[in-house]
T-cell receptor, first 115, second 113 residues
Framework: EPEVTQTPSHQVTQMGQEVILRCVPI?????FYWYRQILGQKVEFLVS????????KSEIFDDQFSVERPDGSNFTLKIRSTKLEDSAMYFC?????????????FGNGTRLTVT | AQKITQTQPGMFVQEKEAVTLDCTYD???????LFWYKQPSSGEMIFLIY??????QNATEGRYSLNFQKARKSANLVISASQLGDSAMYFC??????????FGTGTRLQVFP
């Protein structure tokens, strides 16, 4: 069964450094998302992406964050200058369509630790 | 604005028994989808079951069923014949047309022998 793939599974970085989290969505999916989950807390929406542009973003997704689909398969989340509070599990998700009956399929997540 | 509420932070159930995890929602849009996801301790998010706002029948997927009461805006997950492997965090989520998925705060289910 097709799945969303995220790399790396765990990344440790120093405060102020840039990180890029990578995702390969399911191949026939057109809508892409990033979510984060601070340990033990709620799953929070960051950004949605469709047709090579951001369709919606949350207040968390400030100027330090950016997303890109550099080729036909990868979808990346960049954090320019990491802060301690960016430590979280980051999930990539994709769906075949944007309508309400289409489930999001999630990757296994990247655990980001900022020291 | 859409909202999902899960009022049970934790639930316990004995193996082979059924358990109901509660979820209520709020939205002004007539078209929406309701989803349940399972998050085991390993961290991945696993899609379990979907219910559409216009669906007349409750969704079922194996041992999972969704008790959908539209007038009460509730979408409770029922797990029948619980297994030890069902121990996990369970999230209720909602999606509006062309919208993101928003999650409730989750319920941690523990199945004991």
């Amino acid at each position: 069964e097709p799945e969303v793939t995220q790399t790396p599974s765990h990344q440790v970085t120093q405060m102020g450094q840039e990180v890029i989290l990578r995702c390969v969505p399911i191949s026939n999916h057109l809508y892409f998302y990033w979510y984060r989950q601070i340990l033990g807390q709620k799953v929070e929406f960051l950004v949605s992406f469709y047709n090579n542009e951001i369709s919606e973003k949350s207040e968390i997704f400030d100027d330090q964050f950016s997303v890109e689909r550099p080729d036909g398969s990868n979808f990346t989340l960049k954090i320019r200058s990491t802060k301690l509070e960016d430590s979280a599990m980051y999930f990539c998700a994709s769906s075949v369509s944007g309508i309400h009956n289409s489930p999001l399929h999630f990757g296994n997540g990247t655990r980001l630790t900022v020291t | 604005a859409q909202k999902i509420t899960q009022t049970q932070p934790g639930m316990f159930v004995q193996e082979k028994e059924a358990v109901t995890l509660d979820c209520t929602y709020d939205t002004s849009d007539p078209s929406y989808g309701l989803f349940w996801y399972k998050q085991p301790s390993s961290g991945e998010m696993i899609f379990l079951i979907y219910q559409g706002s216009y669906d007349q029948q409750n969704a079922t997927e194996g041992r999972y069923s969704l008790n959908f009461q539209k007038a009460r805006k509730s979408a409770n997950l029922v797990i029948s014949a619980s297994q030890l492997g069902d121990s996990a965090m369970y999230f209720c989520a909602m999606r509006e047309p062309q919208g993101k998925l928003i999650f409730g705060t989750g319920t941690r289910l523990q199945v004991f022998p």
